[in-house]
Structures are given as C-alpha cells and as structure tokens.
C-alpha cells in the first residue's frame, strides 16, 4: 500500500477521510472531467490503433459508478450528472494521490470491451487503493 | 536524450519523421485536445491552488505556436484553429513517445504567469525533445 501523502502528484490536492467528501467535491469533479477525458480517450486510442479523443458521458459514467458499488456514497435523488462528477472526483483523486497511473489505468480498461466496465474496474481499484 | 521507439507509453501511436507529419494529424490534434486540457486544468489548480478544470482555448495555443518559432511549420493559410490542434499535437505526440511527463510539464508552465507563455515554453521543450 503506497502513502498518499508521499506520493501525492501536486501540492494542491486536498487529503480527504471520507468517500463522500472526494465524490461531493465539485471543484475536483472539474478537474476530474479533464483527467477522465485523457484516459477514455487514451482507452479509445489503443482499441482502435489511432489517436483518438472523447469525451467520456454522463451515462457511462453513472453506470461505472452503480457497477463498482459506490452509488450508494451520494444521497438517493442525486442525478445522473451528479454521479458521474463523482466518478470523475474519484478517479482523479487516486491519481493525484499517487496511487494510480495513466498508463496502468489504460491498460486495466483494454481488458474490458464496454466502457462501462472498463470505468467500472478503474473506480473499484481506486476505492480499494485509497482504502477509505 | 531519450530514444523516443525505446520509451513509447501507448503502441498506437505512429512514429513521424518531420515536424509537419505531427501538427497536422487531425486525429492525433483530437487526442491532444484532451491531453493539453488536462495539463493546463492542472496549471491553473496549482497556480489557485484548488482543483479546476478548463479548456485551453485557440487563442491562448495559436498565439504559444508563434511565440515558440513553430507557425512556420504550417502553410500560411492555416486558421486560428487549425493553428492551436497544431499545438495540441505536438504536446502530446512528444508525451505519446515519452519525451515529456505531465508533472514536468506542469512544472515548468507554473514558471509563467501568463498561460501563452507557459504553452510557448512546453512546445520549444517539445520541439527540441523531438530532435527533428
């Protein structure tokens, strides 16, 4: 298990306790959208053998979150967009932290056919390594 | 200097010869939209010192690509747009052949208060990397 304080990427990162607390945060959430762009894009690109950019959507996003079993962090009438924001928050957070990488990212995603299962497995590694 | 076939980080991406052969692959610009959009949200994050997301606009790229002696590259013609996708290659073609690293790149774009100059930097770095 890596430290994330040692590790951290950037000097800007907040530490957060809680799951809530990384998937609630808007601010990282924006963040995340630009990081989760990269690796879909990066996912897209090795799948078809050309550079190739995307913007990973709100629905497979919500669904990755719903399959890794981190609904249930967010409050029942949180929408769609909402929930993919924190999938957002989530997986940006671990790379920040310094407990994920681009390049193993990609290549846990290429495993997978579907996008959604590909996100799916990325947010489960990451609650796993952050180990809240 | 690196030897850019021994430390590719994606098997996808080509191996180009000239300068020209990387600014205008429009789909190699596509992924690099996303790629610059990440290093300069992560810019912006250490230099407000908050988590932020954004878009670097064409102006911002067009006007880096002149300030670091590259418009020359491309024909006279080429658009504002087509000026900053040229930009958005590059940085991510010298990435793409593991030249660069993101936490370098952010680095030393923090030296600039002004984000063309920030850009302006990383492209001549990119540019000399490249050895083309």
Chains 1, 2 share one sequence.
Do not use: C
């Amino acid at each position: 298990m890596l430290n994330p304080k040692k590790n951290k990427r950037f000097s800007f990162i907040p530490t957060y306790k809680t799951v809530q607390e990384i998937i609630t945060d808007q601010n990282l959430a924006t963040l995340g959208d630009a990081y989760t762009n990269l690796i879909y894009s990066l996912y897209l690109s090795t799948k078809t053998r050309e550079p190739t950019g995307a913007k990973a959507n709100s629905h497979i996003l919500s669904k990755a979150l719903k399959q890794a079993r981190l609904r249930r962090f967010l409050p029942s009438r949180t929408d769609r967009h909402k929930q993919a924001d924190a999938a957002e928050a989530l997986l940006v957070y671990a790379w920040l932290q310094g407990l994920t990488a681009i390049k193993e990212n990609v290549n846990m995603m290429i495993k997978y056919k579907d996008a959604t299962e590909a996100f799916s497995s990325l947010l489960s590694d990451a609650k796993k390594k952050l180990d809240l």
